[in-house]
């Protein structure tokens, strides 16, 4: 079974810094692209940051120039370094993986379980 594990998550003052990490295990015969999602109380779920297998990079606007995804393909884990937290970064950020399963063939999404993170006083 694929899983995906987040952790890093917590509570830092605005202007503080988290790395979040997004480790795969589990019968992977490759892991395409990745990224990281929030959702806020009563927003929708929205991407953060997004990763493909060769390094490309795309960001939403509002954390551009404050937060960096990257990836190892080695250890099958992908991170986001957050910077310059602001309490409008709060929310249960979730990892993302399109895969392919070992086993068989086909291209699936699978998701971790959420970290909270939040940057309040």
């Known amino acids: 079974q694929v899983q995906l594990v987040e952790s890093g998550g917590g509570l830092v003052q605005p202007g503080g810094s988290l790395r979040l990490s997004c480790v795969a295990s589990?019968?992977?015969?490759?892991?395409?692209?990745m990224g990281w999602y929030r959702q806020a109380p009563g927003k929708q779920r929205e991407l953060v940051a997004g990763?493909?297998?060769?390094?490309?990079?795309d960001y939403t606007e509002s954390v551009k120039g404050r937060f960096t995804i990257s990836r190892d393909n080695a250890k099958k884990t992908s991170y986001l370094q957050m910077k310059s937290l602001i309490p409008e970064d709060a929310a249960v950020y979730y990892c993302?993986?399109?895969?392919?399963?070992?086993?068989?063939?086909?291209?699936?999404?699978?998701w971790g379980q959420g970290t909270q993170v939040a940057a309040s006083s």
């Open positions: 993302n993986a399109d895969l392919q399963p070992r086993r068989g063939s086909g291209r699936y999404d699978y």
């Open positions: 589990g019968s992977i015969f490759v892991i395409y692209g």
């Open positions: 990763i493909t297998y060769t390094g490309s990079t």
